[in-house]
Structures are given as C-alpha cells and as structure tokens.
C-alpha cells in the first residue's frame, strides 16, 4: 500500500505518475521510462524547508496557475469580457482512471471555470489535451491554453530543434539543456519549413540507439509556441500550445475549447524509440481510403517538367512518357485553370482554362486512365490572386480586408477561411471537380504565411474543409504542400496521406532532409522525387542512379520530362521504378532506423523486424583509405542473410575495385551473425563522394 494516492498510466517504454494530494490537486511524480512505482511517500514529505520559500511548499502541478505559490509558467490565462484577467483559484478536483487514460478535472467554482486535462495512450505513445469550459452566465475570453504541462527527465543534458526556409527544410539544431529557458515559436499562420512543432529531449549518453529520450510534437497547422523552461526545483518543465489571436477565442455560458494535442514519445531506446512512437501515434490518426494504406504509388508530377507552359497535347505526351517508364499515379500540377499562365493570375478561379483544355480536364484523365495510371490535380485552393474573378466579385473575402493593408506573397492574398461562405464557395468549387472528373489525388498547396494573421480559427476552418471534402470523395486521397514542406504536422496529418517534403529534390540536400522528416513523421507519407540534373534549386548535378536511391526512401516519384531522357536514362529510371516497387512493401509501413558512421557515413534501414532494407550513403569524400566496417546495433540477436542491391554514384577510380567477397554480395546473399554485424559491423563496398549503396537484410 502506497503512502501516496497515485494515479498511473503505462506503456511499453513509460509511465506517467501523478499523486493526488491530500489537500486537493494533482502533482506529477514521474513521467518518464517505464516502472514498477512501489510503495512511495507523499509528495509533501519529500519538500524540506529551504530559503525565500512558502511555509507550505508546493508539489509540481499537473495544472499549473498564477497566483497558487507556483512562480513557473501558468497553464491557462482567461479574461473577462471588460479585459479583467480572471484570477484562477482551483480548489475542486475530480480524477478517472482507466487502464488507457487518466482524465483529471479541476475546477474554479467561484469564477465558473473548469478544466479538464486527458492522458491517454495513443498507438504505443502518449498522448495529452486540455480542454476549457465556461460553466458561468458570463463570456469568458481565453487568452492562452497549453496542451500540456510536462517534468523532464532530471538527466535531460540536450536539446533537439529544427528550422528551416523554403527549399531548405529541417536544419537540425542541437543545443545544451538551457539554464533559464528556451522555446520555438511560429507565427506564420501554418506549421513553418522547420517542419512540426516539436522537440526531442536527449538524457545522458542518449545516441541514435540507446539511451533515454523524449520527443514532444503538437498536433496543429497554425501558429504554436513549444517552451521548456528550468524552474528553480531543480527541474525542466516543458509547455505546449497553440497561440491565439488576442481575443479571437470566445467561450459563450456553456461554451468549451480544447487545445491541439500534444504526441509524447519516451523510450530507453535512443532517437530511433522516440521516432518510433511518434510513427505509430502519427499512423493511428491517418484515414485512409477504405481503411488500409495500399503500397504508394510511384507518381510523376507536371511541375518541374513544365511548369506553366502546358496544354491538353502536351499533358497527353507526357503522361504517355511516364506510362512507359511504369509510373502508376499522375499529378497535373499548376497551370490548368483560367488566367493562368503564371503566378500572377487566376488563384480562386478554379475553372479548367479552355485554351490549354477545351473540353475540360476529364479528356486528360480519361487518357491517364486508359495508361493504367491515376489522375491527380494540384490545387490551392486557400489562396487567391488579386487578378482573379473571385478578387473582382469578393475582395472582402480575404485576410486583410475592412480597410487594412494586403501585402501580397507569390503575388497572392490568403482567403478567410474563418467565414462559412468560403468555405462554403471553396468546397463547391472542389466538389465539382471532384464529381466532373475521375481524380482521386489531389496536390493541396498553400505557397505563403498569412499577413495579416487569421488565428487559429483560419486554422479549424481549413481544417473544417478538408474534412468536408473527405467525407464527400472518401476515395481521393491527398497531399499537404506548402510551398514545400511548410505544413507537415499531425494535425493535418487527420486528413492528409502524404506531405511534399521539400520543393528542392537536390539529392544530397534531401539526404539530412528525409533523416529529419523521419523524427516525426512515418517515410511512407514523404513525397521524394527524382529531380532533374542540374537540380533545379540548387544547380547541383548528381548521378541518376544517386538521385533514385535517395528517392527510394520515401513515397517515391519522378519530377521531370521521361521523354527528354536518352534512351539508357530511360531504363535507368525504369529500372528504379520497378526496384521502389519490389521494396516498398519493406520501406513503409514497418521500422525505420538511423545511425552514423565515422568520415561522413550516414545509414538508415527500413523494415519490419524480420527484414529490412539498408541506406548507406556519402556526401563528401573521405580521407581514409578504406571505409571500416559499419557496426548495425538493430542487427543483433539473430542472423542475417545479407545482399547487396545497388550501388549508386557517378563512375570513380575505385568503382571496379571492391574487394572480392563484397562483390560477390551482389549475386548472392552472404550469411552474417547479428553480433556481428552489431559489434564488427558490415563491410562496405567503396563509396567515394556522392555516393550510395543499398542492402538488403533478411533474418535467417
């Protein structure tokens, strides 16, 4: 029998702790790896007396308010209607506790205002909420709300972070723990090119495989601040919410607000447990057609082939081009509707332009179709340019309206999707499109930040359409783009089934790119494309074969024109088609792990415990002589049979001259024990600058 009230939560890896304490709330007492709690003391008997403090201390809150004795970060701040901040004093408390949740109610009866904070278990992590209601005869303005109100394991030493622009997407950022406080914030209206809003906490001696971890990632398209600040407990405290417009969110008598979610991963297993908790809790909230993801097909997308300078002949040529190459999905990208022969003109006019398609776009689709391809189409429909006959009949319909200045990006405005006629307006336009021609793709896009700010209400009013348009074509399936990998998050994730990564497919630039997307987010909803050479972002030529494995990894495509290839680029490519769908069975859907070697070596491998596929690659050279073995930690504890698929990278001095045994793994898969592969490591063939090579591992 515990001194202490505990109420606990558990997965495979964690356990959330929290006492109720005898005087009313609830104190945290562990969130982090997986135990056996025991017998613990109360909370109160563990706070000693120390200098310029309450004679009574205060134990961690789960809930934290001002003006309680806790001096860290409030968890909620409410206004009354005349700006009078409501001074929270919460003195009722209520608890219920299932095997897959602990629901916490805590209550202020004087002011009217309850709330209720949600752990729950989500796939094999843990996911938190919060939620407010107004339970008085008065309006209650909320001003901010976090999701979540996190301890950090005391052993934390660094912190994970990433920021980005566009075409340059999720740059790590590795920092110490802070000494007083550190926090991301976007403000741009979606969730920003430094992809979602998230961390990953590392403890001491935390690597890629082992070691405690934590990772924190807030379910939400718009605006968010993530906060870890060091309290003078002697702990790190992690908050996260959305941020709102001041005054946008009302709670009328009765009136409720739940804040975003925040997906908790905690694992003993490094950065690839966290990532793997992440993956599943992301997998559990994707709707798929039918209810089961269906092997990604292979897509050509018009974009880089022709940018706007396309019409129904050559649409048809092009899509007979990939056809013969076995493209399976093809994705008529900007350019199709009225007024559009460039960004300048003709967003929010989403009608088919009848000189490029007289007859509409279902004679395009029904060719697509006849190749045994499907037909997909970009959109935006969030957007619209100030030349359009949307502009010309409804300027009040954008952000910026009532007389405020509309500063234009991509020389376009962002429409209000807070008011119900646009989205109304917008979902009858996607209807008919949807309903006139075979599609079942649509490339959803949103090419700049809101100025002015719409506030999280721009947010649930997208939110709002796209779960119209799902629920009316529950066949097409869509991707999130913006202007790249600018909205790539979980709480888009609920309506989406793949985000375009990044608009620069510069191979090397997408090695430490799709590493990255992978902290969070599964590889079969990253779109990864084989680009033209020189790239098109970066003018950088790569080997084709390098620009297909780095594809390979992800939900994998072709941007560029099939027909404007040579004949041995044709097979190339073809061939890479054909690889992709012989192994996507193994790169989606199951594990994904991450290491490094020494002198450049980056290595990942996808799989389903039994089986994998392995990434080897190298940007720069080395200055070794010779590559040392590459020791696998997942490989250990049964054997493998192991081959070596593919090598890629421009033809170099040292192509021809791997060592025997390594070549003769190209024909015939040689036999490993798993300890050593883990503890010896993997011999490898010779990878010189801009390189790749690529296993196969299969348990024996």
């Not at 602990?102 to 709330?115: G, I, N, P, T």
């Not at 949600?118 to 919060?130: D, H, I, N, Q």
Request: aromatic share 8%; charged share 20%; hydrophobic share 40%.
């Amino acid at each position: 029998m515990s001194d202490a009230e505990l109420l606990e939560l558990h997965g495979d890896e964690w356990s959330q702790v929290i006492e109720r304490l005898p005087q009313g709330g609830f104190a945290w007492r562990h969130l982090g790896a997986r135990l056996e709690p025991g017998v613990l003391p109360a909370a109160r008997d563990l706070l000693g007396a120390t200098t310029f403090s309450l004679n009574e201390p205060l134990a961690l809150p789960v809930f934290p308010v001002a003006g309680s004795g806790w001096f860290g970060p409030s968890a909620a701040e409410l206004l009354r209607e005349d700006t009078r901040r409501i001074d929270l004093e919460l003195r009722s408390f209520s608890a219920t506790v299932t095997d897959d949740r602990v629901e916490l109610v805590c209550s202020d009866e004087r002011e009217q205002v309850s709330f209720v904070t949600r752990f729950s278990k989500l796939a094999t992590g843990l996911a938190v909420e919060t939620e407010v209601t107004n339970e008085g005869d008065d309006p209650v303005i909320l001003s901010s709300l976090a999701s979540a109100f996190l301890p950090l394991p005391p052993s934390a030493t660094h912190l994970v972070s990433w920021r980005g622009r566009h075409a340059a997407e999720f740059e790590e950022c590795v920092e110490a723990m802070p000494a007083h406080g550190w926090q991301r914030e976007t403000r741009e209206g979606m969730t920003g090119h430094g992809g979602p809003p998230a961390c990953q906490v590392l403890c001491s001696g935390c690597g890629w495989y082992s070691g405690l971890a934590l990772s924190a990632q807030l379910a939400w398209s718009g605006d968010t601040r993530i906060a870890i600040e060091r309290h003078d407990e002697g702990a790190w405290l992690l908050t996260a919410e959305a941020i709102h417009v001041p005054g946008e969110i009302r709670l009328a008598p009765g009136e409720r607000h739940r804040a975003p979610q925040l997906m908790v991963a905690i694992s003993r297993s490094g950065r690839n447990g966290i990532a793997a908790q992440q993956h599943a809790m992301v997998r559990s909230v994707v709707e798929w057609p039918n209810g089961t993801m269906r092997p990604r097909p292979v897509h050509l997308n018009s974009w880089e082939a022709c940018y706007f300078a396309h019409d129904q002949a050559r649409m048809k040529e092009l899509a007979s081009a990939a056809a013969d190459i076995g493209v399976e999905r093809f994705v008529l990208d900007d350019g199709w509707f009225d007024g559009r022969e460039g960004d300048c003109a003709g967003l929010g006019d989403w009608t088919p332009d009848q000189r490029k398609y007289p007859a509409g776009l279902a004679p395009l689709a029904e060719h697509v179709q006849a190749l045994g391809m499907e037909f997909g189409l970009w959109v935006e429909p969030e957007m619209i340019n100030p030349d359009s006959d949307l502009f010309r009949a409804h300027p009040d319909w954008v952000l910026g309206a009532n007389g405020r200045s509309k500063p234009t990006a991509r020389n376009q405005l962002v429409l209000d999707m807070r008011r119900p006629d646009v989205r109304d307006h917008l979902y009858e336009k996607l209807d008919g499109l949807l309903s006139a021609t075979p599609i079942s793709y649509l490339k959803w896009d949103h090419n700049r930040a809101h100025a002015p700010a719409g506030g999280s209400a721009q947010t649930r009013g997208t939110y709002d359409l796209l779960a119209r348009i799902r629920a009316a074509h529950p066949h097409v399936e869509i991707e999130s783009c913006a202007a790249g990998g600018g909205r790539i998050d979980a709480g888009i994730a609920r309506f989406v089934h793949r985000f375009w990564t990044s608009d620069n497919i510069d191979a090397l630039a997408r090695i430490p790119m799709q590493r990255a997307f992978t902290a969070f987010m599964p590889p079969e909803l990253m779109g990864a494309h084989v680009g033209a050479s020189p790239s098109h972002a970066t003018g950088r030529s790569q080997a084709l074969d390098l620009r297909a494995a780095i594809a390979s990894q992800g939900h994998f495509g072709i941007e560029l024109d099939p027909s404007q290839l040579d004949p041995a680029e044709r097979r190339e490519i073809a061939a890479w088609i054909d690889f992709y769908k012989n192994w996507r069975r193994l790169a989606h859907g199951g594990e994904t792990v991450l290491g490094e070697g020494p002198n450049g070596i980056l290595w990942q491998a996808q799989g389903d415990g039994s089986e994998y596929i392995l990434w080897i690659s190298r940007a720069q050279m080395s200055h070794e002589r010779r590559d040392a073995p590459l020791p696998l930690p997942f490989a250990a504890g049964r054997d493998w049979r192991v081959k070596l698929l593919e090598q890629a990278g421009r033809s170099h001095v040292l192509a021809a001259r791997n060592a025997k045994a390594i070549d003769a793994m190209k024909h015939a898969a040689r036999t490993f024990s798993g300890s050593w592969l883990a503890a010896a490591g993997l011999p490898l063939p010779a990878l010189t600058a801009e390189s790749a090579a690529i296993f196969h591992l299969e348990a024996v």
